[in-house]
């Protein structure tokens, strides 16, 4: 069924009214305003899960027994504390507790161990750990263990309102998270969030999604990311509404809980929607009281088609990064973008698409040594002026680590001395200001002196039938400029790769076709679901390294697919077969 109609300007406007009143209110940070929503909706229900329910006044006075059991181990003002534990309501009320006292949570992905763990604990500078059964090695650092003892210990602190001299008017500019990016190229990278830019985005999406004390969130994302962990929450808890954690996503769960708990917003990523698609049908899956679902990296391919199965009313997709300043809201419900700004608040979201060399992986720059603007519908990479002030529209926080932080700004682009955010995501807009993901860049690589846009590819084959999951990559072949084109897919019975030959052949040119298949039991993927090419990339189409099958593309012989082992991997970095 079609998104419902709304009124665009209604939504833009709920938005900027939830939003204008914060420089007047320079101490009412998210825990402060969870305070004040706990005097208003006492015992109805903040955080649900199977385990747990927490009423507002119960989640206000964990958040404060955490902030005086923080204050008694001598952590204050601007330490960083690392939070390592699996979804729960504790882990929702820990950091919001210790950052109420100004402490900076630095929120680990819980699937960490070993190296990746220690890195995390040095670019994040922390002083100590609260950990649950998660957390199976010593990091080194004293650890707090989320255990029985630890909830009688936080017992024996009071819950009572806190006064100025425990909280030290800690205020809007100051720190309060650090996010890891997830790490799909190289190790991840710890982004600072101020108190400002978690309630900002806690009002912005309250207004858009018109969130109120009537509404349940189905959140099954990942905590220690910033949409799971911060934009769907905080929209909830700002409103008087509840959030329903789940401690990971479930196709085979999903729509039990949701009738279960009786949602009306559903926190998505693309891939959970295309799982839910796939999945054989679910009596309850339209016996829902579900009014919007809310997320990014919804497949224009299937927006039309999961909304009507499910019987969705209304999406809201919507672009935007952890550490960015360029964000986008489908607000109109148009299948397939990722959202436009309205002319009335252009002057507010400095955006621009400017034209990318994908041989050098750098915005493209005229003899003056400027960039250039991208045409309709021309690809080019999304970039957002940067503003002063970490309160100020277009402002970027940046990470832990200078030099990381240095390398997403690009300096000089339309006049010299202007500073840019790099997204790294290469877009296009359409005459009507519409605007669409088209690859991240790195991902888009050129073959035969030809641009291919990887997922333009993975489109076409993630159509053909008994196709579950596709991911499409570049990998280097001796002897050859560029990359050749590779597909890594997931498939069921019925599959047929003769299937693929034809899709391919119907939509795509020849260079942008792949040239090697690897059928896979399932793709690797990071906590929020995005596929690890790095991973695939890096064992290419050598027979030595995959056990998987593979398949290579005989363009020589008539067009053909041929099974890929050692002999012909073999001819093909030797240059005997012809590519």
Partial sequence: MPAAPVSANRLWLAALRATSAMAATPLLTLPRRIEAEALAHGDAPAILSAEACLSYAALAGQMRRTARFALAQGWGRGDVIALHMLNSADYLATWLGLTRVGIVTALLNPQLAAAGLTHGLQVAGARAVIGDVSLKVEPGLPVIRFDAAFRATLSGFSDAALDESEAENITLDDPALLIFTSGTTGMPKAARLSHHRILTWSLWFAGLSEASAKDRLYDPLPLCHSVGGVVAPGAMLVSGGAVVVRDKFSVSQFWDDVVRFECTIFQYIGDLCR????????????????????????????????????????????????????????????????????????????????????????????????????????????????????????????????????????RDVFAKGDVWFRTGDLMRADAQGYHYFVDRIGDTFRWHGENVATTEVARVIGAVAGVTDCAVYGVKVPGHEGRAGMAALVVRDGFQLADVTAALKQHLPTYARPLFVRIMPVLPLTATFKQQKAVLMAEGFDPRLIADPLWFWMAAANGQWRVLDHDVHGDISEGRLRL
């Fill in 275 to 410: 799982y839910l698609l796939n999945a054989p049908p679910h009596p309850l899956e339209r016996a829902h009281h579900l009014r919007l679902a809310c997320g990014n990296g919804l497949s224009g391919a299937i927006w039309e088609r999961f909304a009507a199965r499910f019987a969705l009313p209304r999406i809201l997709e919507f672009y935007a990064a952890t550490e960015g300043n360029v964000s986008l809201y489908n607000v109109e419900g148009k299948p397939g973008a990722l959202g436009r700004i309205p002319g009335f608040l252009a002057h507010g979201f400095p955006l621009a698409l400017v034209r990318h060399d994908a041989a050098t992986g750098e915005p493209w720059r005229g003899a003056d040594g400027l960039c250039q603007r991208c045409a309709n519908d021309e690809p080019g990479e999304a970039l957002g002026l940067v503003s002063a002030g970490r309160g100020a529209t277009g402002a970027f926080e940046g990470y832990t680590d200078p030099e990381a932080t240095s390398r997403k700004l690009l």
